[in-house]
């Protein structure tokens, strides 16, 4: 394997230009995604009306600002209040567009995949004449893109999101992300934060603040080869976002072995962050089928809904899906190779 074969590969799939790839993804994802969402999508994204829709039992994690008192001392047993949803939505896509973003070991990277989910939600909500911003993170936040709810918004959106950004030499601090949207948006809004958490500590603090305040969504960018290691012998990695390269042998079932546990820890604790944060999580992986997973995701998003359990780490993937109460240490800077 070449010295730079695991490095980020460029956006290979990503139409040539932004119009291709929206109108490409309207006929492919958006218009099952309108049938089974059956016709809008206020049954997935649920705002913050003031109309009183229905009661239920309160269950842990739940606002007590929403807890009925009268029903509550009726009935000995506290119920909260369920609200229609608001049909003014504000949506805002928080996006690391680092340089780990750029890397996928097969054909699609996680940039291709962030740009396909951003271009597919953006439409759905801007669809109903609601409006979505943006705010983009390159090493810093270099685009602050205010809400709009056209068309052409959206394809504005997507063309800032393939603009090349400089190599940033000192790795991600998503915070300063996290930290800007806290200042920015200040009416309650649907926030969806898309990376694939691979940063400096410190971001989950500003990420529980954010959920406080609005209803956060983490999008979990992230490639098979993260996760373990192929047996490709004697190969050269190099850290996308610093340039440090690593020569390690690939052969070796132990160092696979080890790379693997090391991978598995620092997963466990990155979604105990998530789960800590209380922000629901969907995870994308660049071997996913996009339109499964967002049904996959609204599922769960509705049956939280009906059921009113406490925030949760939604749409996991299958066995990966683990439980959060591992270790407490915070998701590490990047995925560290074992010596």
Known sequence: MPEAALAPARL???????????????????????????????????????????????????????????????????????????????????????????????????????????????????????????????????TVLPPGASRLHVLTLLEHMRRPRPASRGGTALAELLRAAEALVKRRSLVFVVSDFISAPGWQQALGRLSHRHEVVAVRLFDPLEMALPDVGLVTVQDAETGEQLLVDAS???????????????????????????????????????????LRFSDLRRQRGRRGPPRHRAAMRGAAAQDPSGPQSSAPAARRVPA
């Not at 995949?113 to 909500?125: K, Y």
């Not at 696979?256 to 546990?261: M, T």
């Not at 962050?273 to 629901?280: F, K, N, S, T, Y």
Request: glycine share 6%; charged share 30%; with cysteine.
């Open 252 to 294: 070796d079932p132990a160092f696979r072995e080890r790379y693997e546990a090391i991978a598995a820890q620092q997963e466990q604790a990155l979604r105990a962050d998530l789960a800590r944060a209380g922000c629901d999580t969907l995870e994308l992986a660049t071997d996913d089928d996009l339109l499964e997973s967002l």
């Open 12 to 142: 290979q799939t990503t139409p040539a230009t932004a119009e291709r790839l929206l109108r490409q993804l309207e006929w492919t994802v958006l218009r099952r995604l309108d049938g089974v969402l059956q016709g809008d999508y206020r049954t997935l994204l649920r705002g913050a009306g003031v109309d009183l829709a229905d009661l239920r039992e309160y269950q842990l994690h739940d606002d007590v600002r929403h807890i009925d008192w009268n029903v509550t001392a009726r009935l000995q047993q506290p119920y909260v209040r369920q609200f229609i949803e608001d049909r003014d939505l504000g949506a805002w896509f928080l996006l690391d567009l680092t340089g780990s973003i750029d890397f996928g070991s097969a054909e699609v990277t996680k940039l291709a995949v962030s740009t396909a989910f951003v271009a597919t939600l953006a439409r759905v909500i801007t669809r109903h004449g609601n409006r979505v911003g943006a705010l983009m993170y390159g090493g810093k936040v270099d």
